[in-house]
């Protein structure tokens, strides 16, 4: 029943992840965080980390993790399946009638509101982890720094979490 | 063909470090100037429509490649390819992760890296909300969406859905 209850959320959450990888870590925190309960707060945090320092898309590390997290190698397989198997479906379709769906008024109309509310669902995601993760002055600093990092100067995520990580492991806190 | 199919998107997905974006550049050099399965252009519109439809979008323009080159079968392996050495790695990773996640390092390390996640969540934001055509005019909707869902707890499923219902309604007008 775990196993599908998570293979049906992962199908749910595919489905309705429009613009990408951070789009659907939005929707993986409201199903899995808050409406099932199967992470903390604290522990997606932990997933979003190391799903951006391994290969591969970060959905689909972060959708694997979780699955074994909660029920194995199994868990880990079906959870996968789960976020792909709407792009297969979706993409199948589209290849084969974009050329003539991009004309089309209401499909433009479609993608252009869609983006906007991407954009409002990461921020949403950013208000829920916000109180959770910058709690003392040490993750404030960590905080400003990386983002400047990332932001201004454009280190890559990688390169930025591996500092951290390494930093936090000499003078964080446990 | 469909064995090389399947080993170009293996490498792409084992050696690309940070997700769909960091992808793109390398599917496309593979698939238009190394293998010339597609054109630039077929490239492209791919990439558009990956970037329109939900999930992953390099899973999403791994799926288009694939097809294009070789219908059902050809979209299969190049999927497989994408995430098979991620999910494999992430396995590991996870198992690892169980057995050391309570060593003092270990969660010195996580109390650093949870503020950077903040930051690695709000770069991307801003660069999506300069891209996603954003003005004074419009700035409401992704607001009130932040607002009903960060805050009121609305489950997104249901904004998409009314989003997709007033988009037509919009351009039917």
Known sequence: MMLLSMLFTFFKIGLFSFGGGYAILAMIQQEVVIKHAWLTEAEFMEVVAISQMTPGPIAINAATFIGYHKAGILGGLLCTIGVILPSLIIMMIITLSYLKLKKLAWFQQIFKRLRLVSVGLIAAALIMILGNAVQSLFAVAVFAVSFVCTWKFKLNPFTMLIATAIFGAIFGSA | ?173
């Not at chain 2, 799926?63 to 392996?77: E, N, Q």
């Not at chain 2, 950077?116 to 009130?144: E, H």
Request: with cysteine; hydrophobic share 55%.
């Open chain 2, 1 to 173: 063909m469909l064995l090389k199919i399947f080993l170009t998107f293996l490498k792409i997905g084992a050696f690309t470090i940070g997700g769909g974006y960091a992808m793109i550049p390398l599917i496309k050099r593979e698939v238009c100037s190394r293998h010339a399965w597609i054109t630039e252009e077929e490239f492209l519109d791919g990439l558009a429509a990956s970037q329109s439809a939900p999930g992953p979008i390099a899973v999403n323009i791994s799926i288009y490649t694939g097809y294009h080159v070789r219908g059902k079968s050809g979209m299969l392996m190049a999927v497989l390819g994408t995430i098979l050495p991620s999910t494999f790695t992430i396995l590991m990773v996870a198992m690892l992760f169980n057995q050391y996640a309570d060593q003092a390092v270990v969660k010195r390390a996580f109390s650093a890296l949870k503020p950077a996640v903040v930051a690695l969540i709000a770069v991307p934001l801003i660069q999506m909300a300069k891209k996603s055509g954003m003005n004074l005019r419009n700035a409401w909707f992704p607001l009130a969406v932040a607002i009903l869902v960060g805050l009121l707890g609305v489950s997104p499923v249901y904004l998409i859905l009314l989003t997709i219902a007033y988009a037509i309604w919009e351009s039917r007008r």
